[in-house]
């Protein structure tokens, strides 16, 4: 199928941890986001990389660090996990101003 | 459900029947704007897309209506469905690329009654 997919899809942890989510495409799109769904279903954009280049970066605090090994993949590390940060978090893609696809969500959940 | 709690605007419809969503963006300069579906427990699923230099597009039992006057955009589901039950979110491209940075508005559940 060609898709958008997240891994994990429920993440569940304590407080101060890191963790990372993983975001893979294979739609042949070159440019990837992550947006962040709050619990009033708020999305707001977090990154987006094109080629592997960062070309978005919205005011997020720095202990989240996004990582693209390739233009089909953009991972997500968290450092030092705090409470606020429980949200669902989507990752997107698209090409050539074309509408964004996204995936079905990370639902991350600080203890 | 998800919507338990959730303060968004709310339309109910009965199965058959014409809705209408509304969407006030906040850019005048925006030149790109979309609707997305969201399911529970789902991603956001793209509707349909218009560009600033149209005010109607039209596709399959939808219609987006962009106002740059007073900078309302609106979807319009013909022949609503209970599958149509889901949130709906407008979003727009500030200026300077399409389909890029999306700055998302708050959402509204449609709820269709059978």
């Known amino acids: 199928d060609t898709a958008v997919s997240q891994t994990p899809k429920y993440l569940v942890t304590q407080m101060g941890n890191d963790k990372s989510i993983k975001c893979e495409q294979n739609?042949?799109?070159?440019?990837m986001y992550w947006y962040k769904q709050d619990s009033k279903k708020f999305l707001k954009i977090m990154f987006s990389?094109?080629?592997?280049?960062?070309?978005i970066n919205e005011t997020v605090p720095n202990r989240f660090s996004p990582k693209s090994p390739d233009k089909a993949h953009l991972n997500l590390h968290i450092n030092s996990l705090e409470l606020g940060d429980s949200a669902v978090y989507f990752c997107?893609?698209?090409?050539?101003?074309?509408?964004?696809?996204f995936g079905d969500g990370t639902r991350l959940s600080i203890l | 459900g998800e919507s338990v709690g959730l303060h968004l605007p709310t339309l109910s419809v009965q199965e058959g029947d014409n809705s209408i969503i509304n969407c006030a963006y906040s850019?005048?300069?925006?030149?790109?704007f979309i609707w997305y579906k969201q399911e529970s427990g789902k991603g956001p699923q793209f509707i349909i897309d218009?560009?600033?230099?149209?005010d109607k597009r039209q596709g399959q039992r939808v219609t987006v209506l962009l106002n740059k006057t007073v900078k309302h955009l609106s979807l319009q589901i013909a022949a609503t469905q209970p599958g149509d039950s889901a949130v709906y979110f407008c979003?727009?491209?500030?200026?300077?690329?399409?389909?890029?940075?999306?700055?998302f508005g708050a959402g509204t559940i449609l709820r269709v009654k059978s």
């Open positions: 979003a727009e491209t500030p200026p300077g690329g399409y389909g890029n940075k999306l700055v």
């Open positions: 990389y094109n080629n592997k280049e960062l070309i």
């Open positions: 850019n005048s300069a925006s030149d790109y």
């Open positions: 997107a893609s698209n090409s050539n101003n074309q509408p964004q696809h």
């Open positions: 739609l042949g799109h070159d440019t």
């Open positions: 218009i560009r600033s230099n149209m």
